[in-house]
C-alpha cells in the first residue's frame, strides 16, 4: 500500500483509502455513470454503423456526406462550449440525465431525412446532445475520480467503448434484417428507458465536493497563473484532439473503408468497428493498472506511438483480416489517451477545463469524419485512412514533450 500511494499522490491525487471506496453513495454514483458512459456509446455506435444505409436513403456523395456529419461537429461544438457553464449552475448530475434524454430522442430523427440538407440539419440536434452529455458525464467522473481517490476514469471510458461494441455488434446483425427507420426509432427506446433507470441515483445523490480537497496543497507556493492553466488545458485538448480524431473516423468511415477498398460485406463490414471499440474497452479496463505503473506521460506518449503503428497497418492493409488487425492494435493504442487528457483537465479547472479540453478532443471526433470525406473524394479512402496514423504520432510526440501539463511535477518511481 505504501508504494501505490506514493504513486498515486505522483499522479496528481492523494492516498487511497478505505473510506471512499466503501462509501455505498459513492458505489451507486459510479454505477450510475458507468451505465451512461456506456448507453452513449451504444447510441453513438449503433448511429455510425447505419451511416452507409444513411447514405443510400439520402443519395449523398462522399463529400455531401462529410458536409451532413458536420452537422454532428457544429452542434456537438457549440453545446461543449456553454454545457461547462451549465453544469456550475444546475449540477453535473441533472445535465447528464437532460442531455441523456435529448440523445435518445434525436437518434430517431435521422431516418426521417431523405437529402443530405436535411440529414445535416437533423444532426445539429442530435449532435448537441451528445457533446452536452460528454462535458456533463466527464466533469461527473472528475468529481467521482477524485471522491474514490483512485484513477479510475479509464474505467468510465472502457463503458463507453463497451457499449459502442454493442451497439456495433448489434448494428452489424440488424443491417441486413431491419431497415434503418426501425432499428434506430428502437435504439431511442431503448436510450430512454436506459435513462429513466440510471436518472435515480444521479438525482438523489450529489456530485461529490471532493474535487478541491483531493487536489495537492499548494500552500506557501506561487499560484499557478490562469494563462498557464489554460495552456496546459488546450495543451491536453490538442492530444485528445489528435486521438479522437481517430475515433471520429474509425466510427464513421471504417465500415465505408473494408467495404469499398477491400470489398467486405456489410456484415464483416460492420465488424470493423466493432473490433476496435473491443480492443479499446479491454485497453481501458487495465487502464487503472496501466496508469499507476507507468504514470501518464509514459502512458500517452506510448499509446499514440502503439495507435500509429496500428492504424497504418488498418489503412494500408491489402486484406480485410489485416485491415481488422490494425484496427485492434489502434484500439488498443487509443484506449486510455482521452480519458487521461480529460480527467488532467478537470483536475487543473474543474468542468471548465473538462468543457475546453472535450470540445478539442470531441471536435477532433466529429470533424475528423468530415475531413475523411473531403480527402476520400481528392484522394482514395485508403489515403484519407492514413492520417489517423498520422495525428496519433503527433500526440504520441506532444505527451513526450509536455511534462508539465500531463503530469506536472511527477516521476513515477519504481522500488
Not at 7 to 16: D, K, V
Not at 209 to 218: C, D, I, Q, W
Not at 292 to 306: F, H, K, N, Q, Y
Not at 384 to 409: F, H, K, N, Y
Request: hydrophobic residues 55%; aromatic residues 6%.
Amino acid at each position: 500500500m505504501p508504494k501505490l500511494n506514493k504513486i498515486r499522490s505522483a499522479l496528481g491525487g492523494p492516498p487511497r483509502t478505505s473510506t471512499a471506496s466503501t462509501d455505498p453513495a459513492l458505489r451507486q454514483l459510479r454505477a450510475a455513470l458507468t451505465v451512461f458512459f456506456a448507453l452513449d456509446g451504444f447510441i453513438f455506435a449503433g448511429w455510425v454503423v447505419r451511416i452507409p444505409a444513411i447514405k443510400e436513403q439520402t443519395g449523398a456523395s462522399s463529400s455531401a456526406l462529410g458536409l451532413a456529419l458536420l452537422g454532428v461537429s457544429a452542434g456537438a461544438v457549440v453545446t461543449m462550449v456553454v454545457t461547462g457553464r451549465l453544469c456550475h449552475r444546475f449540477g453535473n448530475h441533472p445535465v447528464t440525465v437532460a442531455t441523456a434524454l435529448l440523445l435518445g430522442i434525436s437518434v430517431a430523427l435521422p431516418p426521417l431525412t431523405h437529402s443530405a440538407l436535411t440529414l445535416g440539419l437533423v444532426l445539429l440536434v442530435f449532435g448537441a446532445a451528445y457533446g452536452g452529455i460528454s462535458v456533463a458525464l466527464n466533469s461527473a467522473a472528475v468529481d467521482l475520480v477524485a471522491a474514490l481517490r483512485r484513477p479510475v476514469m479509464p474505467s468510465f471510458h472502457a463503458a463507453f467503448s463497451l457499449g459502442g461494441m454493442l451497439g456495433a455488434g448489434l448494428g452489424g446483425l440488424l443491417a441486413g434484417r431491419l431497415p434503418v427507420d426501425r432499428h434506430l426509432p428502437l435504439l431511442a427506446v431503448v436510450g430512454l428507458a436506459v435513462t429513466a433507470f440510471g436518472a435515480r441515483p444521479l438525482l438523489r445523490h450529489p456530485a461529490p465536493a471532493a474535487r478541491e480537497s483531493a487536489r495537492p496543497s499548494t500552500a506557501g507556493a506561487a499560484p499557478e497563473p490562469l494563462r498557464g492553466v489554460r495552456w496546459m488545458v488546450a495543451v491536453l485538448g490538442l492530444i485528445a484532439l489528435c486521438t479522437a480524431y481517430g475515433e471520429g473516423a474509425l466510427a464513421d468511415w471504417s465500415a465505408l473503408h473494408l467495404t469499398e477498398e477491400l470489398e467486405a460485406s456489410p456484415g464483416v463490414a460492420a465488424v470493423g468497428y466493432s473490433v476496435f471499440a473491443g480492443a479499446m474497452t479491454v485497453g481501458r479496463l487495465s487502464g487503472t493498472a496501466l496508469l499507476e505503473r507507468l504514470g501518464p506521460r509514459r502512458a500517452l506518449t506510448g499509446g499514440g506511438a502503439t495507435a500509429a503503428v496500428g492504424m497504418t497497418l488498418g489503412a494500408l492493409a491489402p486484406s480485410v483480416w489485416l485491415a481488422l488487425t490494425g484496427f485492434v492494435v489502434a484500439g488498443l493504442g487509443l484506449a486510455n489517451i482521452f480519458p487521461i487528457a480529460i480527467g488532467r483537465a478537470g483536475d487543473l479547472a474543474g468542468p471548465n477545463g473538462v468543457a475546453a479540453a472535450s470540445t478539442l478532443g470531441y471536435g477532433g471526433m466529429l470533424l475528423g469524419p468530415v475531413a475523411i470525406g473531403f480527402l476520400a473524394d481528392w484522394y482514395s479512402l485508403r489515403s484519407a485512412m492514413v492520417t489517423v496514423a498520422l495525428l496519433a504520432g503527433l500526440a504520441a510526440v506532444v505527451s513526450a514533450l509536455a511534462r508539465r501539463a500531463v503530469a506536472p511535477g511527477a516521476t513515477i518511481t519504481h522500488e
